[in-house]
C-alpha cells in the first residue's frame, strides 16, 4: 500500500469518527403528565407535545405515549395532596375543580357501592351553596387523602384494562399476547390486541407504573407491518429520568 | 477489476440466486406457518397454526359462519377459510340457563321472565327428532318455571330451572345430524353448474372424527380443487375450507394438520 493510499485511509477513518456520533440517536428528555422521561425520538416520525399525551406520527401512521393519572393508592393521594395545596393556597375552585377531575385505576376498580362509599365525605358538602367559601370542603379533602390509603392495590390485570378503558373497539377486540418486559430498569406490561374474530387488525399497548401514575404507549393508528417496529423501537429507548 | 476478482463475484452473485431461487418455495419445500393461535368463536375454542402472511386474513361473520379466511395475494380466487357453525352453536341453550340460576336472585321479577324468554331453545327446524324431543322438554320446564315465578314461588322456578338444564344437557348435536346441512350441496348454490361433487369420506383429522370432501369447482377463469374437512366437537360444529390450485393444497393440509380443540371438549360421536 502506498503513502498516499495510507493516507486516504486514514482520512476516511477519521471522517466516520466525526460522522459516526452526530448519526448515533439522540436521546431526548420529556415530561408526560407529571412523569420525566427520556427516550429516544424516532427518525423522520413527527413528535407532538400534548403534555399529559405526546404523539408521534408518520403519514397514518400513530403512537401515543399518555399520563393515564393516578395508578396506586399512593398515586391518588397525591393528586389529592395537590388539589389541598391548592386549597390552602386560596384557588378554591381551582381545587374543587381538581377534585371533581380525580380520576385514576384505584377508582375505577372500585364497584359503585364502593366508589359512593369513597366519595362520601365529599359528596356530602359539595351540593352545599357557596361551597368556596366553607372550610368543610378543606376538611372533605383531607378525608379523602386519608382514605385513598385505604384503598386496595391495583393488579397488574387491572391496570391493563384501564389502559383499554377508553377505546371504543374493546368489545370487539380481545387480549391476544400479554408478557412482562423490562425495559432499561422499569418492568412493563406489554401486550397487544387483535380483532375478535381474525386475529388481525393488531395494535401494541405497553403500561408501566411509575411514580404512582399510569404511562401507557400506545398504538393509536397505522397497519401492524408500519407500527410494530417503531412501537418496539420506542419502547425500548423510554427510560425513567433519574429522579423518577 | 483484476480478472480474478471479477471471477470471485461472478461465482458469488450465481451463488447468491441459487441460495434465493433454491429456498424460495420451489417443488417440495413446505411453506411456514404462523404460530398457533386459540380462537373463541364459539363455546368450544379452536387453535391452529395460520398459513404465512401471503394468505391475507379476514374476518367472516356471514351465512350462520364465525370464522377467518385467508385469500392469497395474486391468487385468483385461491381462499382457505377455518370456520365454527355460530348458527347451530346458539341453539344450545345450556349457558343461557345456567346464568339465569345464577342470577335469579338479584334478578327483578320483569328481568327474571325476560331472561327466562332469552333462554327458550328454538323449536323451528329441529337439526333431529332427538334436538326436538329436548326441545320441548327445556321448554315445558321453562313454562313451569315461569308459572312459578308468576305464582311467587322462587323455589320452585328453581328446581324448574335446573330441570330445564338437565334437559338442556340430554342433547348435544353430532356429526351425523348435522352434516346434512353444513355439507356442500350445489343446488344451493348460487350457480350450481359450477361444482363436482368428488370423493367423500369419514376420517380422522387431528385426532378428532371428521367428514372430508374433495369436491371441483370450475370458477370462470380455473378450474379449482374445493376441499372441505367438517368436526363437531362438544355439539360445535366447525370447517376447514380449502379452494385453489393443487400447488398451495399442501399449505391447507398443513393448517389442518394443526388444528385443535383446547379445553378438553368431549367429542361428539361420528
Not at chain 1, 152 to 175: G, H, K, N, V
Not at chain 2, 27 to 34: C, D
Given at each position: ?44 416520525w ?20 399518555t ?5 396506586t393508592?399512593?398515586g ?8 389541598e ?37 365529599w ?29 386496595p ?25 400479554r ?21 388481525s ?44 | ?9 461472478r ?81 344450545d341453550?345450556r ?8 342470577r335469579q ?7 327474571f321472565?325476560?331472561?327466562l324468554?332469552l ?25 313451569r318455571?315461569m308459572?312459578s ?7 320452585f322456578?328453581v ?12 342433547y348435544?348435536p353430532t356429526?351425523e ?18 361444482w363436482k ?10 385426532e378428532?372424527p ?11 377463469e380455473?378450474?379449482?380443487l ?5 368436526w363437531?366437537?362438544?355439539g360445535c360444529a ?7 390450485l ?10 389442518v394438520e394443526?388444528?385443535r ?10
Amino acid at each position: 500500500m502506498s503513502l498516499r493510499t495510507s493516507a486516504r485511509v486514514v482520512a476516511l477513518l477519521a471522517a466516520c469518527l466525526v460522522t459516526i456520533p452526530a448519526c448515533s440517536p439522540r436521546t431526548q428528555v420529556v415530561q408526560v403528565g407529571r412523569t420525566s422521561l427520556k427516550l429516544v425520538p424516532l427518525p423522520g416520525w413527527e413528535h407532538l407535545d400534548h403534555g399529559r399525551q405526546h404523539l408521534f406520527r408518520n403519514g397514518e401512521t400513530e403512537l401515543a405515549l399518555t399520563d393515564l393519572g393516578p395508578a396506586t393508592p399512593e398515586g391518588l393521594a397525591d393528586e389529592l395532596r395537590d388539589a389541598e395545596a391548592l386549597w390552602l393556597a386560596g384557588r378554591r375552585l381551582d381545587a374543587i375543580a381538581q377534585v371533581r377531575q380525580v380520576q385514576g385505576v384505584p377508582l375505577w376498580c372500585l364497584s359503585r357501592e364502593a366508589r359512593h362509599d369513597y366519595m362520601r365525605p365529599w359528596l356530602d358538602v359539595i351540593y352545599e351553596r357557596d361551597i368556596a367559601n366553607r372550610p368543610e370542603v378543606g376538611t372533605a379533602i383531607q378525608a379523602l387523602i386519608r382514605k385513598a390509603d385505604s384503598l386496595p392495590p391495583p393488579t397488574p390485570s387491572q391496570l391493563m384494562a384501564y389502559a383499554l378503558a377508553d377505546y371504543s373497539d374493546t368489545d370487539r377486540r380481545e387480549i391476544g399476547q400479554r408478557q412482562v418486559r423490562w425495559v432499561n430498569g422499569s418492568e412493563w406490561i406489554a401486550f397487544r390486541t387483535w380483532d375478535r374474530v381474525s386475529h388481525s387488525y393488531r395494535r401494541s399497548y405497553a403500561c408501566l407504573e411509575a411514580g404512582g401514575r399510569l404511562l401507557r404507549l400506545s398504538t393509536e393508528r397505522g397497519h401492524e407491518s408500519q407500527t410494530e417496529s417503531a412501537f418496539d423501537s420506542l419502547f425500548t429507548s423510554i427510560q425513567l429520568s433519574d429522579e423518577e | 477489476m483484476t480478472r480474478p476478482l471479477a471471477r470471485f463475484v461472478r461465482i458469488g452473485v450465481i451463488t447468491t440466486f441459487a441460495c434465493a431461487f433454491g429456498c424460495g418455495g420451489g417443488g417440495g419445500s413446505r411453506a411456514v406457518l404462523l404460530p398457533a393461535e386459540t380462537f373463541h368463536w364459539i363455546r368450544q375454542p379452536i387453535s391452529f397454526c395460520p398459513p404465512p402472511s401471503r394468505w391475507e386474513r379476514q374476518g367472516d361473520n356471514g351465512g350462520g359462519l364465525l370464522g377467518v379466511h385467508f385469500i392469497l395475494r395474486g391468487g385468483g380466487g385461491q381462499v382457505m377459510s377455518v370456520s365454527a357453525f355460530r348458527l347451530y352453536a346458539e341453539r344450545d341453550r345450556r349457558e343461557a340457563i345456567a346464568r339465569l340460576i345464577a342470577r335469579q336472585d338479584s334478578l327483578t321479577r320483569r328481568e327474571f321472565l325476560h331472561e327466562l324468554s332469552l333462554a327458550r331453545p328454538r323449536t323451528d327446524e329441529p337439526l333431529s327428532e332427538r334436538e326436538a324431543e329436548a326441545s320441548q322438554a327445556i321448554n315445558a320446564a321453562l313454562d313451569r318455571a315461569m308459572s312459578s315465578v308468576l305464582d311467587d314461588q322462587p323455589g320452585f322456578a328453581v328446581a324448574n330451572l335446573e330441570s330445564a338444564l338437565r334437559a338442556s344437557r340430554d342433547y348435544e348435536p353430532t356429526l351425523e345430524d348435522l352434516l346434512p346441512l353444513i355439507r356442500l350441496q350445489p343446488q344451493r348454490m348460487q350457480e350450481p353448474d359450477r361444482w363436482k361433487l368428488g370423493y367423500a369420506r369419514d376420517t380422522v383429522i387431528s385426532e378428532v372424527p371428521a367428514f372430508a370432501t374433495d369436491d371441483t369447482l370450475y370458477a370462470p377463469e380455473q378450474k379449482l380443487l374445493y376441499q372441505e374437512v367438517f368436526w363437531v366437537v362438544n355439539g360445535c360444529a366447525f370447517k376447514a375450507t380449502y379452494q385453489g390450485l393443487e400447488a398451495n393444497l399442501p399449505v391447507f393440509k398443513d393448517v389442518v394438520e394443526t388444528i385443535r380443540f383446547p379445553q378438553g371438549g368431549h367429542v361428539a360421536a361420528n
